[in-house]
């Protein structure tokens, strides 16, 4: 079914002063059987120019997908239909990995039994900032190379695991799970994917360093609250579905989630008057109508911020 071992996948908007990252860092891979491809959203900078000159020289296989510009989900979905690697891993159009990153995932992948694999769909190892530091949190086990059988929900709930981690994921799996949402527009979370994946299958967590992050401006968390805000939304009843059987471990989080998914769903009905949202199951109902003042209260206050913002720009 698979050409290569990994499809390492980039999506990528108006990123061309970057994107050399990747390149380079694929290019240092100790581990060879891999393809590279970008899924270009749209971008209106030299992305095309410098994907198709590092095609002519790079002595590895890169494909250079291009898509009007609808946001990382249709993106994904592309990427994982057009695939020919057994195994799926996003690296982003801003950061690198080490060079041994390929082969070391292999490893861990490779090190799960073989009579058990069939249950797992990942694995996820740990960022680093080019200092050297680790970013987030580690996983609950050996602090060196240690590693543990769980999934993103109860990694996420249960272990109270934060901050930025990698990894890759089954191709076959991905086509299981494609994001749902494609004819919504604006940026919906990556959690929607994985939260469903968790439902039926495993990850392995590895303590192990792979992928450099790249501090830099962020226009998603620097976007206004009701940009978009009915993915937001979507995401948030995504976790509160998925996260309520860990009520008793992250009680503050769940209804901190609750409250969010009632102000973002005022946020997406400003715009869309008839988006009809609600949570499924009886403690995320119960969750969302406990918090549904302070989400609302939240709401208000956005839209008096933005007012005043407006006021102030005028």
């Keep these: ?85 057994e195994l799926f891993l996003t690296l982003d159009s801003d950061d690198s990995c080490k060079p041994q990153a390929l082969e070391r995932l292999l490893f861990h992948w490779q090190a799960i039994p073989d009579d058990q694999r069939n249950g797992f769909s990942a694995v996820t190892v740990l960022c680093e900032k080019e200092s050297g530091e680790i970013v987030g949190s580690l996983f609950p086990a050996d602090p060196v190379g240690g590693w543990i059988d769980s999934d993103s929900v109860e990694m996420s709930y249960r272990y109270k695991v934060r901050g930025e981690k990698w990894g890759f994921q089954r191709t076959e799996v991905l086509r299981q799970f494609p994001f749902e949402h494609e004819g919504v527009a604006g940026l919906i979370p990556e959690n929607v994917v994985w939260e469903r994946i968790s439902e039926r299958y495993k990850t392995r967590f590895v303590n192990e360093a792979l992928r450099v992050y790249h501090d830099g401006e962020d226009q998603v968390t620097r976007a206004r609250p009701d940009q978009h805000a009915l993915g937001h939304a979507i995401a948030c009843k995504s976790m ?75």
């Design 1 to 85: 079914m698979f050409r290569y071992t990994f499809t390492v996948f980039t999506p990528t908007y108006n990123r061309a002063e970057t994107l050399h990252r990747v390149y380079d860092s694929l290019c240092a891979q100790t581990f060879r059987d891999f393809e590279w491809l970008v899924v270009d959203d749209g971008s209106t900078d030299n992305t095309r120019e410098r994907v198709e000159g590092w095609q002519a020289q790079a002595a590895f296989p890169i494909r250079y997908l291009h898509q009007q510009n609808a946001h990382k989900k249709v993106a994904h979905n592309l990427g994982i239909g057009a695939a020919q690697g």
């Design 240 to 314: 509160l579905e998925h996260g309520a059987r860990y009520f008793l471990y992250a009680p503050l989080r769940l209804l901190d989630v609750a409250m969010s998914f009632v102000r973002f769903k005022h946020h997406a009905q400003q715009r869309q008057p008839d988006v009809a949202l609600s949570a499924e199951g009886l403690l995320p109902r119960l969750l969302v109508l406990g918090m549904t003042p302070f989400g609302y209260a939240r709401f208000c206050l956005d839209r008096r911020r933005l007012a005043d913002k407006g006021s102030q720009a005028g």
